[in-house]
Structure formats: structure tokens, C-alpha cells
Nanobody
Framework: QVQLVESGGGLVQPGESLRLSCKAT???????????MSWYRQAPGMQRELVAAITGGGITNSADSVKDRFTISRDNARKMVYLQMNSLKPEDTGVYYC??????????WGQGTQVTVSS
């Protein structure tokens, strides 16, 4: 059973940066490498929303609200996915979740990591 473990959240001031990491434990390369990895976030009282995604082939997309500020990347050898977040804003506050969509369609989710942007 694939497990996703996020890290890197915290409290920062507006304009600062954070890098989130997600490790896919108990995943073999043939499972991880072709999967689409994503970051979602959920603000208090709001629905969970897609922040950014990266396919097994390295194609990325991101929400309009984070374009030019956030960058998603992956390291297949380490079974890791990252979210580099720059120029953070208070509206970026929320719980950030790592997600994997395996090639056969199953979705896996991490437990989430809290990001708080406040002065």
C-alpha cells in the first residue's frame, strides 16, 4: 500500500518562501514513475483545490492563482515530489496535501502539512 508523507510546512511571513516535500513510501519504481503527482490545498471552510500537478512524463500544470510563484517537480529516483512556493501570500494559507494517481487509476493521499502565511 502506497503511503505519502508530506513535510516542509510552517509559518512564514508574506513574501517569503517554503518548499514542501512528499515521499512515496512503500512504492516501487514501476508504480511511482508513471504516476501523476499533485499538490492540493484546503483553506478553512473551503473546498480542497488543485494547486499543481506533474505527470510521469514531467508535464506540469498549476492553478492560475499560483502560476509564476509555485513550481512542482519530482525526483523519481528518490520517489519524491516537491512544491517550491515563492512570494507567499496570506491567501496561500491552508493544509497542503500530496496526492498520487497511479497508472491504473487508484488515488492515494497524504495526511497534509499546514502552511500559514501571516505577518
Amino acid at each position: 500500500q502506497v503511503q505519502l508523507v508530506e513535510s516542509g510546512g510552517g509559518l512564514v511571513q508574506p513574501g517569503e518562501s517554503l518548499r514542501l516535500s512528499c515521499k512515496a513510501t512503500r512504492a516501487i519504481s514501476s508504480t511511482f514513475n508513471p504516476s501523476t503527482m499533485s499538490w492540493y490545498r484546503q483553506a478553512p471552510g473551503m473546498q480542497r483545490e488543485l494547486v499543481a500537478a506533474i505527470t510521469g512524463g514531467g508535464i506540469t500544470n498549476s492553478a492560475d492563482s499560483v502560476k509564476d510563484r509555485f513550481t512542482i517537480s519530482r525526483d523519481n529516483a528518490r520517489k519524491m515530489v516537491y512544491l517550491q512556493m515563492n512570494s507567499l501570500k496570506p491567501e496561500d494559507t491552508g493544509v497542503y496535501y500530496c496526492a498520487m494517481k497511479a497508472s491504473w487509476g487508484t488515488d492515494y493521499w497524504g495526511q497534509g502539512t499546514q502552511v500559514t502565511v501571516s505577518s
